[in-house]
């Protein structure tokens, strides 16, 4: 709690301030610079860092509280470099014997600088470092007399840290199932799952646990020295004798029992991250599917429906006028299957089971009647049926306009085919109920097709 009293109260200025993101990246600049210097930064070599950086970018900066008319007129690089100073985020230093003033980080703004670089660059590969940390540190411990149990607690503290990374690493997992579904086009979200989850999540963190020399590639060993550690109670009472501090060889068993733990939570972890990788995936295809099909897929469509009718503040007109436009004709909603049916219980089934008869056979003529292959019609076929009685870009089906059952069928995907989009031709107007047309064995209403402009 020492460092965190150190921290004065103008040093959380900076989170509250409109210009925030223009002092988090100067603190930034000048850490990276800070990091190569051989003693202290002075106050113009800070300028000139800061002047380099913010000549290549655009910056508006807003005046602060802190600041006067005065300081608004210095150059952007002086006004963020004072306002720093006088927040305490970075102290400045008189050194007297060569007349020049130094520019310090304080150990609490450090701390925050570190976490800004992580939060914009983001970190190493944790899951790398942590599994080989705790790989060499089991291995020190064992073959290196002169180790203390500090290596063991090094490995506990690993062992947890990499526990965590993979416990955000699957909470985080919600964002890019939200992504999805605010992209509205296929490119988005195609550019969405390549540049986000494969490049943040697939190379960085799961195909590193996955697929390359790390987490499997170490456990079989780490387990086998754990197992080893705890059966040879001797070895463990002469590391706790080396380690001092009232250790026992009780206190390191205990240690290993936590490491194997953490190293069971692992494997968990992992697998849970299989089944939400599992299924991203699957959201990604359907989605993927979906803005690719929409206009032609039915359930595309029906979802369009219901977005629709959603943003309606009163949905009962939209509701009747859908259902006089809607259109019956696909197979797979004209349907005896309900969308929900009751499930019967265990006993019912078992008597229908029982009861159940074999069917007679079929006679041929019935055999006949089912494998009878049914008139497939392309959409040029569909549409040169149209065309062929147009007289002054319509053709009115009548009376006379079906003969057979071949131009009966066409006639049904005719009309289907009209309220599509890429269509050349519409139903201009439908009748009513009573105006329907009677032809032989054909009865259907009265249709004028009109051609497309």
Not at 142 to 161: C, F, H, M, P, Q
């Amino acid at each position: 709690m020492k460092l965190l009293n150190d921290i004065p109260a103008s040093f959380w200025a900076l989170f509250r301030s409109p210009n925030r993101e223009v002092y988090i990246e100067a603190l930034l600049r000048i850490n990276e610079e800070y990091e190569y210097s051989n003693y202290f930064l002075s106050r113009e070599m800070c300028i000139q860092v800061l002047g380099d950086y913010f000549s290549r970018k655009r910056l508006r900066i807003q005046q602060e509280e802190q600041e006067d008319e005065l300081d608004v007129l210095e150059p952007p690089a002086t006004r963020v470099l004072n306002w720093l100073i006088k927040t305490q985020w970075l102290k400045k230093l008189d050194d007297f014997h060569s007349f020049t003033i130094n520019i310090v980080i304080p150990d609490y703004s450090s701390v925050f600088i570190t976490a800004f670089e992580r939060l914009i660059k983001g970190g190493d590969d944790e899951t790398e470092v942590y599994i080989q940390n705790i790989y060499a540190n089991l291995f020190s411990f064992i073959n290196d007399k002169r180790a203390g149990t500090g290596l063991l607690n090094t490995a506990l503290v690993n062992t947890k840290r990499l526990n965590k990374v993979l416990q955000e690493l699957l909470h985080n997992m919600d964002k890019f199932f939200t992504s999805l579904l605010e992209q509205d086009s296929y490119s988005g979200l195609l550019k969405e799952h390549l540049d986000g989850y494969v490049e943040e999540i697939v190379k960085k963190k799961y195909h590193l646990l996955k697929t390359s020399d790390n987490f499997y590639m170490y456990k079989a060993d780490i387990k086998k020295w754990l197992n080893e550690l705890r059966e040879n109670y001797d070895f463990l009472e002469q590391a706790a004798a080396r380690g001092g501090n009232n250790i026992t060889a009780g206190d390191l068993v205990k240690i290993l029992d936590d490491i194997d733990r953490g190293f069971d939570a692992i494997e968990r972890r992992i697998a849970n991250m299989d089944k939400e990788h599992t299924k991203y995936i699957r959201v990604t295809v359907s989605r993927l599917y979906y803005l690719l099909n929409k206009e032609d897929d039915t359930k595309g469509v029906i979802l369009q429906m219901f977005q629709i009718l959603s943003k309606m503040e009163d949905p009962e007109p939209g509701i009747k006028k859908i259902g006089n436009q809607l259109n019956l004709s696909y197979q797979e909603i004209i349907s005896e299957k309900s969308l929900y049916k009751k499930r019967k219980p265990k006993e019912a089934f078992k008597e229908n089971l029982q009861a159940e008869k074999l069917e007679e056979d079929l006679s041929a003529e019935e055999i006949l009647k089912l494998n009878k292959v049914k008139a497939r019609y392309s959409k040029e076929e569909i549409c040169s049926f149209v065309e062929e009685r147009m007289e002054n870009g319509q053709a009115v089906i009548g009376e006379d306009g079906i003969h057979t059952d071949q131009e009966f069928e066409k006639l049904i995907l005719a009309y289907d085919f009209s309220v599509k989009k890429e269509s050349p031709f519409y139903v201009e107007k439908e009748t009513e109920e009573g105006d329907m047309v009677t032809n032989g064995a054909y009865r259907y209403p009265r249709l004028t097709f009109t051609r497309r402009k």
